[in-house]
């Protein structure tokens, strides 16, 4: 109120709230030069203010651009941009920051395009065989049994020595790989096909490389993929094969081109050999992994090569091995899958 005093009489007759209002104006500071705009216009009378009053281009200017040619000139090329995403090339955990998109995003490392089709033999899996093969290997447990308990399969130690103490178990006997359990089917880990890799070993390649011309060629036409190249990795003096040789090609395929293949192999290649019984049902690794092999004779069976046969040297034709790789854990899994695809075995049954 004293500070009121000292107003004059008609400022007190005032309201309270416009006194204490604050009363100013908005400064602005001009950073722009009218001189030295006025100085620079004439240096930009060349400049249109607009692209529409442009003139058109003549036809000897329209023949003198080619940025094609300007590009195809360039000696060194223009660097990409600097914002251009590209995935972590190794994956650091789940916890990093930094994690590698889906298989399915096309900026992935290992995105691939497709499927654009669906393989009849895939087809029917879906279809017939997974519920038959869920079926024929079911197994009923009644609700509340207990599991049975699972026998130790590695060995331990007999404690003779003070040094046995806090050691790891020993391997299994007589193996140092410790193999794969059988799991029992159910709809969850139902068997199918994984990828199918064919390899083809060309010793003749090592004095004439034309030979691994003409095994790459065949993969090639077989899988719709580029084979590599394999080298030797042992020396056989008897044979004349010295380690780091090239001698072989393979490739793998995975996917519905795996499916494809397999398709090929039942219904058009193996109704097509003279005498043949099958494949020996000992093969596999106790893995689910089978494998089989085509001579040069059955080579020319497939149609891929058929077609084209006049294409490759009868002499060099190579042979080949089949590893289809499957989702069991056991060879007698494997077995039921491939006979449900039709794939015949014969001889006696190694479990």
């Not at 060629?217 to 719709?224: E, I, K, P, Q, R």
Request: a positive charge; charged letters at 20%; aromatic letters at 8%.
């Amino acid at each position: 109120m004293a500070s009121l005093r000292g107003l004059s009489r008609p400022a007190r007759s005032l309201p309270l709230s416009q006194l204490s209002r604050q009363t100013y104006t908005a400064g602005s500071i001009r950073c722009a030069s009218s001189q030295a705009a006025e100085a620079a216009a004439p240096a930009l009378n060349d400049l249109e203010q607009s692209t529409l009053t442009a003139p058109q281009l003549s036809p000897e200017e329209k023949k003198e651009f080619r940025p094609w040619k300007r590009g195809a000139d360039r000696k060194f090329q223009l660097p990409g941009s600097r914002y251009q995403y590209h995935p972590p090339k190794y994956e650091r955990g789940p916890l990093h920051p930094i994690q590698s998109p889906p298989s399915s995003d096309p900026i992935a490392r290992d995105f691939v395009p497709g499927p654009f089709n669906l393989p009849r033999l895939k087809q029917t899996y879906h279809s017939t065989i997974a519920p038959d093969i869920m079926t024929l290997t079911y197994m009923h447990v009644p609700p509340g049994t207990p599991p049975k308990p699972a026998p130790e399969r590695l060995r331990a130690w007999d404690g003779s020595s003070p040094y046995h103490k806090n050691r790891p178990l020993r391997g299994p006997m007589g193996n140092s790989v410790l193999p794969l359990m059988e799991r029992h089917i159910n709809f969850r880990n139902i068997p199918e096909i994984k990828e199918v890799t064919l390899a083809s070993y060309v010793p003749e390649a090592i004095k004439d490389p034309d030979h691994l011309l003409v095994a790459r060629s065949v993969l090639l036409a077989l899988t719709g993929t580029t084979p590599e190249i394999t080298h030797t990795k042992s020396n056989v003096v008897q044979w004349g094969i010295k380690a780091g040789e090239k001698a072989g090609v393979k490739t793998t395929i995975y996917g519905n081109a795996a499916y494809e293949f397999l398709d090929r192999c039942v219904h058009l290649v193996f109704p097509r050999i003279k005498d043949w019984k099958g494949i020996r049902a000992t093969t596999g690794d106790d893995s689910g992994n089978l494998s089989w092999g085509f001579t040069p004779e059955e080579i020319k069976l497939f149609p891929e090569v058929e077609v084209n046969y006049w294409l490759y040297p009868a002499k060099m034709l190579p042979g080949c091995r089949v590893y289809v790789k499957t989702s069991a854990t056991s060879d007698r899994q494997a077995r039921l899958l491939l006979q449900a695809f039709g794939v015949p075995f014969y001889g006696p049954v190694r479990d």
